[in-house]
């Protein structure tokens, strides 16, 4: 009877820990190796757009809508989708937007070798390299996911884990309205933060119809909109 509750009390544990350690691999604001950025301390009144997988041929009317108003954004972009579809990260680059690495074909990255981490990393650093994009290339996440491996090899590497401090469809929904996604980041939004969209696939149809509607009232309220390399430079 001891035995099998000595086991219960071990399984029970190692459950638990798994799970501690499963939310701690999703947490925003801190990893255990290496610099973390999810949002810059700053009175100035900036704030980055950034933009999560991709590209895709959706990204033209993101794009179109970033040309028009005039705003410089920062695209996470997967080494598969660059590949696949290479006219439309040219566009990107093109237009002076910067570009982050967000893994090969978009794996959680948590139990995973460094060896499989490196090898995403790298495939996906020379994809963007070869769109003739020549500024930093910062990480984010998959998923949003990292525990011991990915920060480490970051580490290792001296690069940047770039997270986010606003996340409007996750709080609301991907399908929640466009007025309602809009209000939540210009009503949330504080100098230094990091407002992560998806709008780059046929699904996210409210994003792409939100964010003119984020532009304008965000710069009502006096932001300045800049790419997380320039906002964590004005952070010093």
């Not at 660059?82 to 982050?100: C, K, L, R, S, W």
Request: include cysteine; aromatic fraction near 8%.
């Amino acid at each position: 009877m001891r035995k099998v509750l000595s086991l219960a009390l071990c399984f029970g544990l190692c459950g638990f820990l798994a799970m501690l350690a499963f939310d701690y691999s999703k947490a925003r604001d801190q990893q255990l190796f290496g610099e973390l950025v999810h949002r810059v301390e700053t009175d100035q009144p900036l704030i980055a757009l950034t933009f999560d997988d991709g590209p895709t041929p959706r990204a033209v009317s993101i794009l179109a809508t970033l040309l028009e108003m005039d705003v410089t954004a920062t695209f996470f972009l997967t080494g598969r989708e660059i590949t696949a579809n290479p006219e439309d990260a040219a566009m990107i680059v093109a237009q002076g937007h910067e570009i982050g690495n967000h893994s090969w074909d978009h794996p959680r990255m948590v139990l995973i070798w460094p060896s499989a981490v490196r090898d995403q990393l790298s495939r996906t650093d020379q994809a963007i390299r070869a769109t003739g994009y020549d500024g930093p290339i910062h990480v984010r996440p998959p998923f949003g996911r990292k525990f011991i491996v990915l920060p480490r090899v970051l580490s290792q590497q001296d690069r940047t884990t770039i997270m986010w401090s606003i996340e409007p469809e996750t709080t609301l929904g991907f399908d929640a309205a466009p007025e309602a996604l809009a209000q939540h980041v210009i009503e949330t939004a504080q100098p230094g933060d990091i407002v992560l969209l998806h709008g780059m696939y046929s699904t996210n149809d409210s994003t792409r119809a939100a964010l003119p509607l984020i532009i304008n009232g965000l710069r009502a309220r006096g932001f300045s909109f800049v790419t997380v390399s320039d906002l964590i430079a004005a952070g010093g």
